[in-house]
Every structure is written in structure tokens, then in C-alpha cells.
């Protein structure tokens, strides 16, 4: 063997290097179902868009005219029917029962539906009875649901009874003041407070667990964990919940109607009910818009400043 015969059997042999395999692609099939999903939306999007554009317009234009229902006449007065807003003096009832009841009810309904959901959020033997149970007054009407309740507030009912067992002696549950917008904020919150519930326990069972052990093994106490792990991972929730129950608060019609028909004169009527009595009742369909105005133009400023201001109260909302 010679040398070069003997070079080339010393030399290592070399490795070809392994052929590089393009990566696999999924077939592009998401854009073609996400179209065809917005497809089947659109109907009913364009439909809903439009009916509320028009709805709000209209309302707007009334708000402008002195409408005469039986003449089917409508005259021009521009703002005048904004100026009796402010110078009507039931609106200085009206407007300080409506937001004295959208506070209570906003702040308390979200406080209790995060606490019930807490509890409902522990692993106990036939927990889902519970869970079903609180939310059954959601599926009940409103109308249902206050004509029951209608029986215990009304005088010698069920409060009264129940309050008369420790000496106390009956109150004026319904007869308009700050007493009756609480009742109503007690009505309306344990109506609906199964769904915010609902929304709160999926938050509450969408956070880490790893989060959670890693405050405990710092030292953290329960109360250290939720306040500093739980708030913030489900703070998206509580603020969602928060916005609806102020939307909501506003809306509330039924109640009022069915209960106490606002009275007794002024004392126990909120903003959507005097829209109510204005248009349907006193045939003031100008004055009744302008109401209408009003109350788009509070709500949509309220859920607006809440909506900016979400940066500092949501979770890693600022990144």
C-alpha cells in the first residue's frame, strides 16, 4: 500500500450532513372558516347595526320637534325640549334616584357575585347543586320575579314579618326614599346575580395553579393570594361584570312599573321609567326623546371613561 493510498484510509470519513427537511405547513383552512363564520354573522350583524343606527337617529330627530300624537304633526322647537330637562323640576328626584340606584347596584352586584363565586369555587361534595341553584333566578321573567317579590315587600308581608320577630316595627319598604331604590338594588341583584357568578367561576378556574403555589410557598396567606394572584388574573372579568351591571342598572323598567309605578309622585322613579311615563302616558314624544338622548349620552360617557381607564385596572391591560 502506498503512502497515498494509506492517507486517504486515515483520514476520517466524512459525514455528509443530514438533509434539511422543509417544516411542515398546515394546510391554510382557518381563513376560509373564519370567512365563512363572518359570512353567517353579517346578516345578523348588518341587520342589529342598521335597526339601532336608525332607532337612535330617529329618537335624536324627535328629540328636536313638539310632536303631536293625535294630529300626527311635528314642529320644530330645536333644544327647548333639552332645556326642560333642566329646568323641569322632577329631575331633581329622577336624576339623583337613578344614579344613587346604579351605584348601589353596580358596586354591591359585583362584590357579591365575586364573593358567592369564591365560595362556589371550593371542591365540597354536591358543590353543583349550589351552583345550579343560584342561578335559577336567572331564568325566571322579571315580571315574575317581581310580582314574588311583590309579596314580601308589600305592608305586613314577609319583611315585615320577619323583621317584627326582633321588635322591629314595619318599614316602608315601598313608599318611596332611599329605602325603596335599596329594595329595588336587592331585587334586581339577586335576579341576576347567577350569571355574573357564572362569569366569575370560569375566571376563577382559569387561573394557574402554579401562581397560586409559588405566593404560598413565599409565605403568602389566603387572603395574600387573592388579593395579589386571584384580583389581577381575573380582573378582565370583574371589570366586564362591573360594565354590564352599570349598563343594566340603568335599564331597569319592570321593577319600578310593577311595584311602586314611580310613586309615590316622583320619589321612587328612575330615568328609563320617566321615558316610559313621558312618551306612553303623557303622549310627550319630543320631551320623552330628549330623556332617551339624555340617558344614551350618561351611559355611553360612563362605560367610555371605564373603558380608559382600564389600562390601570386591568392586568397587563397597559402591555
Sequence with gaps: MDSQTQAVAAAPERVRPPRRLAPYRRPRRDAGRNGFGYLLLAPQVVCFTAIGLISLISVAWLSLHQVNVLAGTQTFVGLDNYASIFTDP??????????????????????????????????????????????????????????????????KGGFDALFALVGVEPLPWLRGSWLTLLVFALIQLTKNVGINVMIFLAALQAVPEDLIDAARIDGAGRWGRFRNVVIPQISPSILMVFMLMIVGSFKVFELVLLLTNGGPGVQSTVLSFEIYKQAFLLNDIGYASALAVLLFVIVLALTGLIWQLRKRLVFHESE
Design 90 to 155: 322632577d329631575m331633581k328626584v329622577i336624576l339623583p334616584n337613578t344614579f344613587f340606584f346604579v351605584g348601589v347596584l353596580s358596586v354591591a352586584g359585583t362584590i357579591v357575585a365575586l364573593a358567592l363565586a369564591v365560595l362556589l369555587n371550593q371542591k365540597l361534595p354536591g358543590i353543583n347543586i349550589f351552583r345550579s341553584a343560584i342561578f335559577v333566578p336567572a331564568l325566571v321573567t322579571m315580571v315574575a320575579w317581581s310580582l314574588a317579590w311583590r309579596f314580601i315587600v308589600q305592608p
